[in-house]
């Protein structure tokens, strides 16, 4: 029976650098990807990786196309936007499919990328804050993370709440809506004025270095606050446009970041640098 060291559901731009990575070190990887064209060039010919092509928002049959044997699973793929049952069918009842999947093959670790959004609002909110999510995406992983109490006892779950991860190759999400905006030259309308944005290679270091903890956790993945203005100007300098029409709702999110810094060695790249990396693509 062929046996990965990780099972990646890699639909961001920082999974491909964490499987890089990983493959780096001499770990074997099996990653998802939605269909073919969507594997990065950077993969091709390298050795210890195999691809399985899931569209998870498709009711999909796991057994069909998931290996036999894998010992740590790493679930990144969301969808932010759209229909309402397409982001159900994407978030939560797929993250409970692939659970179930883990628990059967007797997995070691599920690592779980969710989301600050779960928290509602609030400034330097902790692991330990109330959930309250206020939209429908917020609502799906927070409904997904309920799922995990019924799966401890089997394996270690790790939960990392991202607040607006952004970065190459993340063609969704707050932070890309607001790029996406000003580059078509639509209205600007933010529900938040201030945030706590997190620039997408901050995140890979973290989730190599999790698998080092012994028991299960909740993390806060998360940039220093600022103001949405400031990010919109930032984005404006760098795609060589302004807004057409900016208006600034009054909620506020931001997170507090010290337990995975302590924990994780999460380690921050400062808003400029991260918004030029990320968007220059964009002019």
Known sequence: MVEFDYLITSAFGFGEKLILELLRRGESVFAIYPTPKD?????????????????????????KTLPRKVK???HIFDVYSGRFSKMFKANTLATLLLLDWAKNVEA??????????VYGTGKEITEGSRLEPHGFYATTKYQAEM????YQRA?????????FPFGNGIEQG????LA????????????????????????????LNIHGLKKSGVYNLCGSPVNVDAVVEQLGKIIGKSPNELQIGKDTLTGNNKVATEKLGYVETPIADALERAFKHMR
Not at 147 to 150: K, L, N, W
Not at 188 to 206: K, M, R
Request: proline share 7%.
């Open 155 to 163: 394996m270690r779950i790790n939960t990392i709440r991202v607040f």
């Open 108 to 117: 070691e670790s599920f690592t779980y990328f969710s989301s600050g959004e």
């Open 72 to 74: 740590h699973i790493i």
């Open 147 to 150: 799922f995990f109490r019924f």
């Open 180 to 207: 996406r905006a000003l580059k078509s030259g639509g209205p600007i309308e933010p529900t938040y004025n201030l945030i706590s944005p997190t620039f997408g290679d901050d995140i890979v270091t973290p989730l």
């Open 39 to 63: 594997v990065p060039m950077s993969f091709l010919g390298k050795k210890n990786i195999k691809y399985g092509f899931i569209k998870f928002e498709h009711d999909p049959i796991l057994s």
């Open 174 to 177: 707050f932070v890309y809506e």
